[in-house]
């Protein structure tokens, strides 16, 4: 999502997509040993969580921008 969620964004991926969604939002991000182990566990979370997570990565790189 691209704004402020108001409700649960629903919806299942699979393991593969949430993989790609994180990647996708923390690209550019120098990550190390544990960083990568903690973004391993987010994308085993249930896809409402790492879509929540995801937006807020993603929402915040583009506040950031305009800074």
């Known amino acids: 999502p691209?704004?402020?969620?108001e409700a649960?964004?629903?919806g299942f991926w699979q393991q593969e997509e949430r993989v790609a969604v994180l990647a996708?939002?923390?690209?550019?991000?120098?990550?190390?040993?544990w960083d990568r182990g903690v973004a391993r566990w987010l994308t085993e979370l249930d896809t409402s969580?790492?879509?929540?997570?995801?937006?807020?990565i993603a929402r915040s790189r583009e506040a950031g921008r305009g800074r």
């Open 49 to 56: 969580t790492l879509v929540t997570i995801a937006s807020w």
């Open 2 to 5: 691209a704004g402020a969620l």
């Open 24 to 33: 996708g939002v923390l690209e550019g991000v120098e990550l190390g040993a």
């Open 8 to 10: 649960d964004p629903g």
